[in-house]
């Protein structure tokens, strides 16, 4: 039986690991920390539960797909459903945009809280679907990298249908002659962050995101976000793989141009293939001792990172949903803080996750909210976080207390907090990027690395770091195309 080695439990390795074992690999996973997920994680205190990381779910499909290909019931491990609306946005004037799902309603409460015609919105989200069905959606299903993939007819067809706008224009460029309204074209930017990248350097290509938020939906797990790591790290125990945990993998082994299995512990593990779920950048630098290609990941800029507290709140606020935005005044000067001057904006736009709206008396005590409360910031080059936390924290209560007309301070009654550099301890995200690299840049799609080494055979990768991209979606697509990888590998090496 061929034997495959996985590097790091995270969302794309769990993914990663189930493919592999019903392709027919005996698949063992080391993990450096004590449990699965990476960034996908949890912790609970004074009966307020916390996802740290991931808090939008969309495209629950790539997780149906998995268990079916499983031939195992989804709802034995994991339930979901969609929700009404995707995200409350609050402005600095007062004005209040609850989106709803149904984009009828959607475009309705626009006209009416900002003066933008309802029609330009139904025509940007019909857009955004095309150009997600046309392109991304063949884009971010195959490798870019295989020549042979590359100018398969889907592949050269989806180029053909990329519309100037698409490439040449900026996001916001793109939004500004989309809508006419500054509040709404604000809205739209903002999907950017999404894949921790800048609207205003970032390509129109962008504008498929929303798609996926208004045209198909958002989701909340049963259970909360963690609930997806439980769910594919049970699938993949009933899958046979076998997990290793407090096991950091030292190094890769190589001989000859292959690679042969990793090094824990001082120990050699062998193996026919080996996956890396880590950090492409830490991957050649740590595990391949590879300076020359590490540094040439690092031409690629690092997406953005972010400073999160977690806050118990004894109080329920009424005007608050499970998603909610509170717009900085400046969004321009805000991203040009994070990606020009690696700084935090004095004005930050705040979002503020509150899982006990769908789980009341469970996600956090009877009466009370358990606050996700993130801002972006730029990746970690050295800025001193400690200070930072600091002065956040008391910009963001500043902010929300204004908005919300509350006194915040009177209401936490637990707090922790998560900064870029706790990121890349944690995790391994290089300088504690989000979502890996940025896609700030109008070959991003095509620069970020391949799901395969194209220097060390049998040598794959996955996740946010990696082709196709960072967030929950694109990990489990990168697991999918790198299985598909190895099968046409397998299957070349059977036959020559
Ligand atoms: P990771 O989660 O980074 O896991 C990598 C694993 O490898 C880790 O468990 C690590 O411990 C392990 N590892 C590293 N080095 C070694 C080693 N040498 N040996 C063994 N193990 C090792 N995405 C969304 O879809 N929606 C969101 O709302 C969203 N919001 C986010 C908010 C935050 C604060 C963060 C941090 C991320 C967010 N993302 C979101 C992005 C999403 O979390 C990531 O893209 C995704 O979880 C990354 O998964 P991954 O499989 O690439 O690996």
């Known amino acids: 039986k061929p034997s495959a080695v996985i590097i790091g439990a995270g969302v794309a390795g769990l993914a990663a690991s189930v493919r592999l074992a019903i392709q027919g690999f005996d698949v063992k996973v080391f993990e450096q920390s004590d449990k699965p997920g990476g960034k996908l994680g949890y912790f609970e205190t004074q009966g307020y539960h916390f996802d740290t990381g991931p808090s939008l779910f969309t495209q629950p499909d790539n997780i149906e797909e998995l268990f079916a290909l499983a031939n195992e019931p989804i709802e034995s491990y994991f339930s979901y459903r969609k929700m009404p609306d995707s995200c409350t946005y609050f402005y600095e004037d007062g004005t209040v945009v609850r989106a709803s799902a149904d984009i009828e309603k959607f475009a309705a409460t626009i006209e009416q809280q900002t003066g933008e015609p309802a029609e330009n919105i139904k025509r940007y989200l019909s857009a955004s679907g095309k150009l997600y069905e046309n392109v991304a959606n063949i884009f971010l299903n195959h490798s870019l990298h295989k020549r042979s993939v590359l100018w398969k007819s889907p592949i050269a067809k989806a180029l053909k249908t990329v519309r100037p706008s698409h490439i040449f224009k900026s996001l916001h460029r793109l939004n500004s002659s989309g809508f006419r309204e500054k509040k709404v074209v604000q809205l739209f930017n903002r999907y950017a962050t999404y894949n921790g990248s800048n609207p205003y350097k970032a390509p129109g290509m962008l504008s498929l995101i929303p798609h996926l938020e208004h045209n198909e939906g958002t989701f909340y797990p049963e259970g909360g976000m963690i609930s997806i790591t439980h769910a594919l790290f049970s699938l993949a125990q009933k899958k046979g793989v076998q997990f290793f945990f407090n096991q950091p993998v030292e190094r890769i082994i190589r001989y000859n141009n292959q690679a042969k299995g990793v090094v824990v512990d001082g120990k050699n593990i062998e193996a026919s293939i080996v996956i890396s779920n880590v950090d492409a950048y830490f991957t050649y630098m740590r595990l391949l001792n590879d300076q020359e290609k590490a540094r040439k990941i690092l031409k690629q800029e690092r997406s953005s990172s972010a400073l999160i507290f977690y806050w118990g709140i004894k109080k329920e606020f009424a005007e608050l949903g499970l998603h909610n935005i509170f717009f900085s005044e400046d969004y321009e000067k805000e991203f040009d803080h994070i990606f020009r001057l690696k700084k935090v904006y004095a004005d930050p736009t705040v979002y503020v996750n509150i899982t006990s709206k769908c789980e009341p008396g469970k996600q956090a005590p009877v009466g009370k909210e358990n606050w996700f409360v993130m801002i972006n910031v730029p990746a970690n080059i050295g800025q001193h976080w400690d200070d930072l936390k600091t002065r956040c924290r008391v910009l963001i209560i500043e902010k929300l207390n204004r908005m919300l007309k509350t006194d915040l301070s009177s209401l936490i009654e637990t707090e922790n907090i998560l900064d870029p550099v706790l990121i890349e301890t944690a995790t391994g995200s290089y300088q504690g990027s989000l979502y890996g690299t940025s896609s700030n840049s109008r070959m ?27 967030g929950i979606p694109l990990c489990l697509k990168s697991a999918k195309i790198m299985s598909e990888l190895v099968q046409s590998d397998q299957q070349r090496k059977k036959h020559s």
Do not use: C, K, T
Not at 447 to 470: A, C, K, Q, T
């Open 444 to 470: 991003a799609a095509f620069m970020r690395h391949p799901n395969f080494s194209r220097d060390i055979e049998g040598l794959y990768f996955v996740g946010g770091s990696v082709h196709p991209g960072g």
